[in-house]
T-cell receptor
Framework: KAGVTQTPRYLIKTRGQQVTLSCSPISGHRSVSWYQQTPGQGLQFLFEYFSETQRNKGNFPGRFSGRQFSNSRSEMNVSTLELGDSALYLC?????????????FGPGTRLTVL | AQSVTQPDIHITVSEGASLELRCNYSYGATPYLFWYVQSPGQGLQLLLKYFSGDTLVQGIKGFEAEFKRSQSSFNLRKPSVHWSDAAEYFCAVATASGAGSYQLTFGKGTKLSVIP
């Protein structure tokens, strides 16, 4: 069974631009969560989508947004990029909405903002 | 608010030696606890998880962890470390937010170096 895939794996942008990251969950998984990983702040939760609806959001500014499609694939968008947005963005999927489901992570997208 | 503390930023052990990585959590309800491992340039791989029941949990790659409610700890152990275990290890607690949704709150991680 294929794992969580994320594209692109690496991305370089300049300040003020916007970026879209993509995540394809494990087949059959309906929940997708996004996390940001930086050396200073560590791993921080961005948001979770389930059945195309955002049902949980972390403490990030409105420049960070996402969506989920009917096939459970998810995209994350960051507008007006800042230098501090440079990070590894990790996507995680889980099967359903049950709280005991385990999250499985993708390899991440490394975003560098110049 | 929930939090996870991993007191050791960096640990170095010799190959074949035993390993214990410490994790302390702060969470009001019964915690769901996880250990993940991250190799350089990679995502997170689940080592093991605790939801309820037996407090000694077995995971992959020969790892185990013990949940101790009285100490709010979930330490990860391995009896004999292999060079391939060199990586960064993250402890996490799941914080429920209703309707089956939860988010993971992670510790800052412990980087493990292995001396051949």
């Amino acid at each position: 069974k294929a794992g969580v895939t994320q594209t692109p794996r690496y991305l370089i942008k300049t300040r003020g631009q916007q970026v879209t990251l993509s995540c394809s969950p494990i087949s059959g998984h309906r929940s997708v969560s996004w996390y940001q990983q930086t050396p200073g702040q560590g791993l921080q939760f961005l948001f979770e989508y389930f059945s195309e609806t955002q049902r949980n959001k972390g403490n990030f500014p409105g420049r960070f947004s996402g969506r989920q499609f009917s096939n459970s694939r998810s995209e994350m968008n960051v507008s007006t990029l800042e230098l501090g947005d440079s990070a590894l963005y990790l996507c995680a999927s889980r099967r359903s909405g049950i709280s005991t489901d385990t999250q499985y992570f993708g390899p991440g997208t490394r975003l560098t903002v110049l | 608010a929930q939090s996870v503390t991993q007191p050791d930023i960096h640990i170095t052990v010799s190959e074949g030696a035993s390993l214990e990585l410490r994790c302390n959590y702060s969470y009001g309800a019964t915690p769901y606890l996880f250990w993940y491992v991250q190799s350089p340039g990679q995502g997170l791989q689940l080592l093991l998880k605790y939801f309820s029941g037996d407090t000694l949990v077995q995971g992959i790659k020969g790892f185990e962890a013990e949940f101790k409610r009285s100490q709010s700890s979930f330490n990860l152990r391995k009896p004999s470390v292999h060079w391939s275990d060199a990586a960064e290890y993250f402890c996490a607690v799941a914080t429920a937010s209703g309707a089956g949704s939860y988010q993971l709150t992670f510790g800052k991680g412990t980087k493990l170096s292995v001396i051949p």
